[in-house]
């Protein structure tokens, strides 16, 4: 079953094993000015031949993005995200769901949004913007080797605030604090809190220019704007917004010292 709109937009694919959800998704898509088509599909396994996409042969998928329910019988919405990830060229994912407990895990499986039921139109445009926005990246020519590592660079984690999913980019954030197997996200526009251990952190960002600088602190090595001596060793100051000086380990000294002499002079202004 298929609602078209018009012909220079999204074609979509809406999966839900529930008739009312998938009638309110189909509803919500069907409406938006950036989608041409809603398919629509009971269950992953439909969902998958209705994506017509095998992997292996380098054939495009004729669905641009698959909006989808997490909880499903046989193939849930996890499990149909792993196999799309699988494709050579992929639809675009994003969940929508009621089960805010799987938001770190959509994450890490490739979504590009998470949406709280009932999804509203203001919310549903936001993700579709940044399929479109996903999708002119990929599209452009590879003029630079600093394309490749786009897709990288606009890593996003999800923060659940009141019941709303709130999608944080990584280029937001200035340090990240341990508070036990939780980590503490400092942004410009303020701290998140999420279910992911600092250490985790460290390894997943070190290619994006994140430092551990004491058990307790990861820091993005470009905000660094001074590095001070102090009566206990060394601390860092933080720019990026409302300086923060930062204490630095002993153990981690040397290695950030490193990290700032081989880093381009523009990025930090420490004298």
Not at 59 to 86: C, H, K, N, Q, Y
Not at 94 to 101: C, K, N, Q, S, W
Not at 139 to 159: G, K, R, T
Not at 180 to 191: I, K, Q, V, W
Request: hydrophobic content about 40%; charged content about 25%; some cysteine.
């Amino acid at each position: 079953m298929s609602t078209r709109q018009n012909t220079a937009g999204l074609v979509v694919l809406a999966v839900d094993d529930e008739r009312d959800g998938l009638n309110e998704m189909q509803y919500q898509l069907g409406r938006n000015a950036r989608v041409a088509q809603v398919l629509t599909a009971f269950d992953a396994a439909e969902a998958l031949r209705l994506v017509r996409c095998d992997g292996g042969d380098g054939e495009a998928s004729t669905v641009d993005a698959v909006f989808a329910d997490v909880s499903m019988p046989g193939l849930s919405g996890m499990e149909l995200a792993r196999v799309l990830t699988a494709f050579k060229n992929p639809p675009a994912l994003v969940f929508i769901t009621g089960h805010e407990e799987n938001a770190l895990e959509a994450w890490e499986v490739g979504a590009l949004d998470y949406i709280m039921k009932p999804a509203n139109a203001e919310r549903i445009d936001r993700a579709l913007r940044l399929i479109e926005r996903t999708r002119a990246l990929d599209a452009e020519p590879d003029a630079a080797p600093a394309a490749a590592a786009q897709p990288e660079s606009e890593e996003v984690i999800p923060v659940e605030l009141a019941g709303t999913t709130k999608l944080v980019p990584r280029s937001s954030v200035r340090w990240v604090e341990a508070q036990g197997d939780y980590a503490r996200l400092h942004t410009t526009e303020g701290s998140h809190l999420v279910r992911i251990p600092l250490a985790q952190l460290e390894e997943r960002w070190a290619d994006a220019g994140f430092v551990r600088i004491h058990r307790s602190y990861l820091v993005s090595l470009s905000l660094v704007s001074e590095l001070r001596m102090v009566a206990s060793g060394y601390s860092v100051l933080v720019g990026g917004g409302e300086p923060k000086e930062l204490p630095v380990s002993r153990r981690h000294t040397r290695e950030l010292k490193d990290r700032l002499v081989r880093a381009p002079r523009n990025t930090w202004g420490a004298q």
